[in-house]
């Protein structure tokens, strides 16, 4: 009776154990998602400016920037536009650099006109859509990046950003040595 007794006990905490190193290894794993997370790094693209100029990621690498991907037929990215160039505005001095680059199915002549028009501020690139794949295939518009000085991603926002959450993560980045 006795090796029933520790056969059946036996069978009881296996499945008991499983679900502990199963729950550990969830919690190894989520862990590390979070803490690597942040460390994404920028990826190696060229954007090519209205005026034909490339710009590429490397050359922007010592400063903090967004890449704003959006287009002219998208509604929230009308909408955010206007704080995009009020944020791009408040922090310029500092040293803030911004790419808007309008998605590959966005007519050029629409994003020229939407461009000349709003007097955008900063630097707007059409994509061939290689930029939107390099940065993780960027399908939903509107998707921002805030990169650092050292080139990682520290934020990607999809959709409008919440820009009180953004003015805060650009003068952190901005201020850092």
């Given at each position: 009776m006795s090796s029933i007794t520790s056969?059946?006990?036996?069978?009881?905490?296996?499945p008991l154990r499983y679900l502990i190193i199963a729950?550990?290894?969830?919690?190894?794993?989520?862990?590390?998602?979070?803490?690597f997370a942040g460390q994404q790094r920028v990826p190696d693209a060229t954007f090519t400016l209205l005026s034909g100029q490339k710009v590429t990621t490397a050359d922007l690498k010592g400063k903090v920037y967004l890449v704003n991907f959006w287009a002219t037929s998208c509604d929230t990215?009308?909408?955010?536009?206007?704080?995009?160039?009020?944020t791009y505005n408040r922090f310029k001095?500092?040293?803030?650099?911004?790419?808007?680059?309008?998605?590959?199915?966005d007519a050029p002549m629409y994003v020229t006109n939407y461009t000349q028009t709003r007097q955008l501020p900063f630097k707007v690139a059409m994509d061939d859509g290689s930029a939107a794949k390099q940065f993780g295939n960027v399908q939903l518009t509107p998707t921002t990046f805030l990169v650092d000085k050292d080139g990682k991603i520290l934020k990607r926002y999809v959709g409008e950003p919440q820009f009180a959450e953004?003015?805060?993560?650009?003068?952190?980045?901005?201020n850092a040595t």
């Open positions: 056969t059946s006990a036996v069978t009881r905490t296996n729950a550990v290894a969830i919690a190894i794993g989520v862990a590390g998602y979070f803490a990215c009308m909408k955010e536009m206007p704080q995009m160039v009020q001095g500092k040293g803030l650099e911004f790419v808007a680059v309008a998605m590959s199915y953004l003015d805060q993560l650009l003068e952190k980045a901005l």
